[in-house]
C-alpha cells in the first residue's frame, strides 16, 4: 500500500507496465468519485434553497438565477423584426382546442364586462368591446403552441396591441419593461415583456375563425401573442396595466420560464 501511493508521485518513466496502469486506473477512479461527489453536494444545496414562488411553490432560488440569465440572453438577441411563422387561413384548426379554464369563472358577467387600462393611481380607462373594436381589426394565423405539447393553427382577429397604445394615448405607459394582464377575478395573470407586447403580431383579440371569441377562449377579449407559449395568450382580459418590474405571472409563480419566448 504504501509502496503504491509512492508510486502516485513518481514519474511513470520509473514504473513497471503493471504500475502505471494501477495508476492511471486510481486516479480515474478517484476524479470520477470526487465529481461525482461535488454533483451531489451541489444538488442538495439546491434542494435546501427558498423556492422562489415562495407559497405557491415555484423553484429553488438558484435555478430560477439560471432562467434570469437565459431571459437576458433571450431579450437581448431578441429582434423587433422577429415575427412568428404566418399560414394561410385554409391551414387553420375549425375545432380550436380549449385548454386552461383558471379565472373563468361560471359567474362572470359579460354584459358589465369592462377592460380597465390603469394608467396612473387613481387614472383609469374603463373601455367597452365597441371601444375596442372600433379600430383596425388586424387578423394573425399562427401556430398556437403550448408547453404541455401541443399545438395548432389558430385564426385570430383582433386589435394590435401597438395600434390600442396609440390610439388610446398610452405611449407613456408603454415605455416602462413590462405591461400585466389580469382576469376580471384576478386568478390568472401574466406579465410580459414590452417589446414582445408591442410586436406586430401582437393582438387584443376578440375573435377567433371570423367569428366573436367562444366563451370558453376568453370572450369578450383575450391576449393573442404568437411569439410567447400558451401560457402567456390570457383569456378574458379584465383589466391591464403597466411596470418597470415584472408584474405577477402565473406559470412563472409555479415554476415557468417567466419570458416563455417561442
Ligand atoms: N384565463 C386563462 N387564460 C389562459 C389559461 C387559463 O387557464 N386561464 N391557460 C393558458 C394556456 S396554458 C393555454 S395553452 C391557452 C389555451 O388557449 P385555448 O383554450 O384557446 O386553446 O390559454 C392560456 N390562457
Ligand atoms: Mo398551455
Redesign the pocket.
Known amino acids: 500500500m504504501k509502496h503504491f501511493i509512492k508510486n502516485l508521485f513518481r514519474k511513470n518513466s520509473g514504473l513497471t507496465v503493471e504500475e502505471q496502469i494501477r495508476k492511471k486506473t486510481f486516479i480515474s477512479f478517484s476524479l470520477f468519485g470526487l465529481l461525482l461527489a461535488a454533483g451531489v453536494i451541489a444538488w442538495i444545496w439546491i434542494l435546501h434553497t427558498p423556492l422562489d414562488g415562495g407559497l405557491q411553490g415555484g423553484i429553488h432560488e438558484p435555478l430560477r438565477k439560471v432562467l434570469n440569465t437565459n431571459d437576458k440572453i433571450f431579450t437581448g438577441t431578441f429582434s423587433e423584426n422577429r415575427t412568428a411563422k404566418e399560414y394561410p387561413k385554409s391551414e387553420a384548426a375549425t375545432k380550436?382546442?380549449?385548454?386552461?379554464?383558471?379565472?373563468?369563472s361560471d359567474d362572470f358577467d359579460a354584459n358589465s364586462w369592462k377592460l380597465y387600462i390603469i394608467k396612473k393611481k387613481g387614472d383609469t380607462l374603463a373601455l367597452t368591446l365597441d371601444d375596442i373594436k372600433k379600430l383596425p381589426k388586424t387578423e394573425v394565423v399562427h401556430n398556437f403552441k403550448?408547453i404541455e405539447g401541443w399545438n395548432q393553427i389558430t385564426w385570430w382577429g383582433g386589435v394590435r396591441f401597438s395600434d390600442f397604445i396609440r390610439y388610446y394615448h398610452l405611449e407613456n405607459e408603454a415605455s416602462l419593461q413590462y405591461v400585466g394582464m389580469k382576469?376580471p377575478d384576478e386568478e390568472?395573470y401574466v406579465g410580459i415583456d414590452m417589446r414582445s407586447a408591442l410586436q406586430q403580431q401582437t393582438i387584443l383579440c376578440y375573435e377567433l375563425n371570423g367569428k366573436p371569441l367562444p366563451m370558453?377562449?376568453?370572450y369578450p377579449l383575450r391576449l393573442i401573442i404568437p411569439v410567447k407559449y400558451?401560457?402567456k395568450?390570457?383569456?378574458?382580459i379584465g383589466t391591464i396595466f403597466f411596470d418597470n418590474e415584472k408584474p405577477a405571472d402565473y406559470w412563472a409563480e409555479r415554476g415557468y420560464d417567466y419570458y416563455s419566448g417561442l
Request: charged content about 15%; hydrophobic content about 30%; overall charge positive.
Open positions: 380550436a382546442r380549449v385548454n386552461g379554464n383558471i379565472g373563468m403550448c382576469t390568472y370558453n377562449q376568453g400558451g401560457i395568450n390570457i383569456k378574458r
